[in-house]
């Protein structure tokens, strides 16, 4: 159990600044906001009277929605502003944006943006909380809390687990998320893909980088799959689709190598055929809809902790 | 009007100087340089023996703005910036809008100096028109008309085809050619070095390589030809290994370092919560090993000149998010206290070699006057606060810009006095130089 019984910061940037009794006590409350999802009437009055505006400048459908259902769920008043039709389109630039919303008084802001290190930016500006909802190939941290989340479902402990992650590691948030938080808690880190497509400095984070996907499986307890962009398929990356299924693609074949009881995990969009058999993203190894489900509670629990925890319920 | 400097510490490498020495100045020029000269009805002023004076300090890598971008700078704001950071001279790059690819704008450019009346301005012309990388400038025009260098800096020289033949043409008219050195390939959409701090902030990369192959190409194209090229901001340490290799072949091969630079790492991007687009600069600040590779060749004389690259921006633009921010930071204001702080104090270099870095270099580079203080010369010098401490203020830096890193910090070390051409045109108020400011009616 988590000795804390709050975050130490008003906003959650990234799983960088949060220390491991912090990611303790979100998937600790993220149990009992889970319970919540199982009533009849799926409300809680926890953030009655206070607004969260979901900025989103970059497309996104499960965040999004996830995100607004569990601000629904804790009741909290919730406005959404996409990049599409908004004034981010006539050229106005975050700052400004920001002074906007901040003047409509928002409790909380949740920002999905593509630029790396936007909602480090916001929160230099803002007096909301800030929570990074994916920022460009920096952070992605509620992602990293509900993977997080669904591998204690599945294994009951992070300490010692041996977590494979595999695809694109150079543009992807998840993968800094994930690193950070699963290195703090103990886990066994690997990280495989192209070496076209694998960024500087993941040693000095505690990752071991493999070249093989064979390799970075053997033994492994959880394989967490990342999405390959399409438009980096064809060209200076990676020569072609079928060259890296052949090489990188997640088959039953190859989980073999795996632990028995290995689960598959995906932050979707999955592309079946690219970096997933059909037969492995709907096998018995797959938790990819647990990762969803999983996801509206871990979210609850964030906003519950950010909006001052049992202090918010008075 | 005469004015008699007694000093007890003048450092002019060039004329082998380094001691007590009395300066005696007549209207524009230097009449007489010698120890103990008579007043003969002079006057008088003694400079505290706290401060050092040196021939006038010359920054060859300026960004003025104007014509074009005063929004950002104009000539006037960037030469008030350049004497309150104890430059007597500097020379500014042609991407302008438009561009200094012909005689008028030089012209334009000289005209709004000599309006200003502070430090003197070495216009540097365009190597391509427009720098598309197309078609060569008019270099006898532009030369004529006042230009000292051409680059096509902001963009590297685009192929070794047009480096060949910029290097040819310009021998003509003994202009070097500068070269901004940057693979634009494998540059790409980098906002950052390539290295753990960008990798782990999620920022695309810039390789040392990016810059290091095209400094590899460029002296290759110098050998060719028997050209000039001068590396402008060298960052990476791989260009520096490349620019010794040159030098020692013989190759003419020049090159410069920012202060920036020489202090800074990529650490700094994760700094203050991160991002700060303050950081943001092309080249980008790259790993502790660059930078300690750069102090290195400060120290063993294989870096010819240090210079600012001042770039300034409007704060709106700096306000973006880091990857669609502007690159570079304005730095004429914290030059001098930045190399007293980080190389004189920590016995990198000693005075005279920060005279060659920051006066004799550049003069010798672009081939103007200055670098050296001469009977009969024109009356530029600079003086020097080895021991003031300063805390940088941006909202107080003369430049119309204030988009500096280093807000808050404190260095020992300061430009004290500027004197262009016989005028007083920067004290610093804390340096004991009162009596200079009032000695000459030509202040301003």
Request: include cysteine; charge should be negative.
């Amino acid at each position: 159990m988590s000795t804390l019984t709050a975050l130490r910061g008003r906003h959650l940037l990234g799983i960088a600044d949060l220390e491991p009794g912090e990611i303790e006590l979100v998937l600790e409350t993220a149990v009992a906001m889970k319970e919540v999802g199982t009533r009849p009437i799926k409300k809680v009055p926890t953030m009655r009277g206070q607004t969260v505006i979901n900025l989103f400048m970059e497309p996104s459908t499960r965040t999004r929605m996830s995100f607004e259902l569990a601000e629904k769920r804790l009741s909290a008043d919730t406005l959404g502003m996409t990049t599409s039709g908004s004034s981010v389109t006539k050229g106005e630039t975050l700052a400004d944006t920001a002074r906007t919303l901040e003047a409509m008084a928002p409790d909380m802001i949740v920002l999905r943006h593509p630029s790396s290190g936007a909602p480090h930016q916001l929160a230099r500006i803002c007096r909301a909380s800030i929570i990074n909802a994916g920022d460009g190939m920096h952070e992605h941290p509620t992602q990293a809390l509900l993977d997080a989340f669904t591998m204690m479902e599945r294994k009951g402990r992070l300490n010692g687990v041996r977590v494979a992650i595999v695809g694109d590691l150079a543009h992807s948030r998840v993968l800094r998320s994930n690193a950070l938080l699963l290195v703090k808690m103990g886990a066994d880190v690997r990280a495989c893909g192209p070496a076209t497509l694998v960024p500087p400095g993941l040693d000095r984070l505690g990752v071991r980088v493999f070249r093989s996907l064979d390799a970075a499986i053997e033994g492994a307890d959880v394989v967490m799959m990342l999405r390959v962009q399409y438009e980096r398929m064809h060209g200076l990356y990676l020569p072609s689709v079928r060259e890296y299924f052949n090489e990188f693609g997640l088959t039953p074949a190859r989980l073999e190598r795996a632990a028995p009881d290995v689960i598959v995990m995906h932050p979707g969009p999955m592309n079946r055929g690219v970096e997933i058999d059909s037969e492995v993203a709907d096998g018995p190894w797959s938790v990819i809809l647990d990762q969803v489900a999983n996801g509206v509670a871990v979210r609850m629990a964030v906003l519950y902790l950010l909006a001052g925890g049992e202090e918010g319920e008075r | 009007m005469k004015l008699l400097l007694k000093t007890t510490r003048l450092v002019d490498p060039v004329a082998g100087r380094n001691g007590a020495f009395d300066i005696l100045i007549d209207g524009e020029r230097i009449a007489r340089i010698g120890g103990d000269l008579h007043p003969d009805g002079a006057h008088v002023v003694e400079v505290p023996r706290s401060l050092v004076v040196t021939p006038g300090l010359i920054d060859m890598h300026v960004h003025l703005r104007e014509p074009g971008q005063e929004h950002k700078e104009t000539i006037a704001t960037g030469l008030a910036s350049a004497v309150a950071g104890g430059f007597t001279a500097v020379a500014c790059m042609p991407n302008t809008e438009p561009i200094n690819d012909q005689a008028a704008v030089t012209q334009f450019i000289l005209k709004r100096a000599a309006e200003a009346k502070l430090a003197r301005v070495y216009p540097i012309g365009a190597v391509s028109v427009g720098s598309r990388g197309e078609q060569l400038v008019e270099m006898g025009d532009l030369r004529r008309a006042g230009c000292v260098a051409v680059s096509d800096d902001g963009r590297p020289v685009l192929t070794a085809l047009l480096m060949r033949r910029a290097l040819e043409y310009a021998s003509m008219f003994n202009l070097p050619v500068i070269d901004h050195c940057e693979d634009p390939t494998l540059k790409g959409d980098g906002v950052a070095h390539e290295g753990a701090v960008a990798g782990l902030l999620g920022l695309r990369g810039i390789p040392g390589a990016a810059e290091s192959v095209m400094v590899e190409r460029d002296i290759a194209m110098a050998a060719l030809t028997g050209g000039r090229f001068h590396v402008a901001h060298m960052s990476a340490r791989e260009s520096l290994r490349a620019v010794r290799a040159g030098k020692s072949a013989g190759v003419a091969v020049t090159c410069e370092v920012t202060p920036h630079h020489f202090t800074l790492t990529d650490d700094a991007l994760a700094e203050r919560g991160g991002y700060d687009t303050n950081f943001k600069m092309n080249p980008p600040l790259r790993e502790a090993q660059d930078r300690d590779a750069l102090i290195e060749g400060l120290r063993d004389g294989s870096i010819d000149v240090i210079a600012t690259d001042h770039a300034p921006h409007h704060a709106d633009e700096k306000a973006l998010e880091f990857d669609r921010a502007p690159f570079g930071i304005v730095g004429l204001e914290t030059a001098v206290s930045l190399c007293f702080d980080r190389l004189v104090h920590k016995d990198v270099i000693g005075l005279p070699r920060l005279v060659e870095l920051l006066s004799a270099g550049p003069a010798r580079v672009l081939g103007i006057p200055g670098g050296t203080l001469t009977e009969g010369g024109p009356a530029d010098l600079s003086i020097l606060a080895p021991d003031l401490s300063v805390t940088i203020r941006a909202s107080a830096l003369r430049s119309k810009s204030k988009n500096t890193p280093f807000d808050g910090w404190t260095l020992r070390g300061a430009p004290a006095a500027t004197i262009v051409g016989g005028r007083v045109v920067f004290v610093h108020p804390e340096a004991g130089l009162s009596a200079l400011k009032t000695a000459h009616p030509a202040t301003r």
